[in-house]
């Protein structure tokens, strides 16, 4: 399948992207709806979570991503290879964090990543960063106690920030090194192959729910 162009960036502020997305009917969405979740926030063209659907079909897989090209070739290709544990949403992760996550069968959210974010460089675009402390308060009410959220970076100034907002709200609890070594997920993402392939850093973090 050939990739779909889009644009790389798109403002996450503007009008179109802040009505709250519809919630599906999980029951018609997943082939068991009760399985642990993992939802991935940003997952652009949804490489990894069609990985980790195919490494682990004990869990479901919620691939979050703005632009709308790219989930409907995601789910295009989830459909051809007949993964029933995997589904992509177009939608503002900070304006349907809400209705999505209160959605959801209670207690299956057991695991986010946030991997490779837009960084927002300047100072006046940083209001765009998607880990913003409101998304962070919708993460820990709906994420079970026990449940992880894994952030991902090759830009520092982005991995200090989203783990500050963490760090910030009572509810987590940083785990283990300070920056991660490795990944403790069985897959990596696209970027962070390239990156690690150039020879520079990742910086990792893992936050509980307490």
């Given at each position: 399948?050939?990739?779909?162009?889009?644009?790389?960036?798109?403002?996450?502020?503007?009008?179109?992207?802040?009505?709250?997305?519809?919630?599906?009917?999980?029951?018609?969405?997943?082939?068991?709806?009760?399985?642990?979740?993992?939802?991935?926030?940003?997952?652009?063209?949804?490489?990894?979570?069609?990985?980790?659907?195919?490494?682990?079909?004990?869990?479901?897989?919620?691939?979050?991503?703005?632009?709308?090209?790219?989930?409907?070739?995601?789910?295009?290709?989830?459909?051809?290879?007949?993964?029933?544990?995997?589904?992509?949403?177009?939608?503002?992760?900070n304006t349907s964090a809400r209705s999505l996550l209160?959605?959801?069968?209670?207690?299956?959210?057991?695991?986010?990543?946030?991997?490779?974010?837009?960084?927002?460089?300047?100072?006046?675009?940083?209001?765009?960063?998607?880990v913003q402390p409101e998304l962070v308060r919708e993460?820990?009410?709906?994420?079970?106690?026990?449940?992880?959220?894994?952030?991902?970076?090759?830009?520092?100034?982005?991995?200090?920030e989203m783990c500050d907002r963490f760090e910030e709200?009572?509810?987590?609890?940083?785990?283990?090194?300070?920056?991660?070594?490795?990944?403790?997920?069985?897959?990596?993402?696209?970027?962070?192959?390239?990156?690690?392939?150039?020879?520079?850093?990742?910086?990792?973090?893992?936050?509980?729910?307490?």
């Amino acid at each position: 399948m050939s990739l779909v162009r889009v644009r790389e960036h798109v403002n996450p502020l503007s009008r179109k992207y802040q009505s709250p997305v519809h919630p599906p009917d999980w029951s018609q969405v997943y082939a068991d709806s009760n399985q642990p979740l993992h939802l991935d926030i940003g997952c652009a063209r949804g490489r990894f979570v069609l990985s980790m659907a195919q490494t682990e079909p004990s869990w479901n897989f919620l691939g979050l991503e703005i632009r709308a090209p790219l989930v409907d070739q995601a789910n295009q290709e989830r459909d051809e290879l007949n993964l029933p544990n995997l589904h992509y949403l177009f939608c503002n992760a900070n304006t349907s964090a809400r209705s999505l996550l209160h959605s959801l069968p209670k207690g299956v959210l057991q695991r986010v990543t946030i991997q490779f974010p837009d960084p927002w460089f300047k100072r006046r675009h940083q209001k765009r960063r998607v880990v913003q402390p409101e998304l962070v308060r919708e993460l820990a009410s709906y994420l079970i106690k026990g449940g992880v959220v894994f952030l991902q970076s090759d830009i520092q100034e982005v991995a200090v920030e989203m783990c500050d907002r963490f760090e910030e709200h009572a509810a987590f609890q940083r785990q283990g090194e300070y920056w991660l070594s490795e990944n403790p997920l069985p897959v990596p993402t696209e970027r962070e192959c390239m990156t690690l392939e150039r020879g520079e850093p990742v910086y990792r973090a893992l936050f509980a729910r307490t």
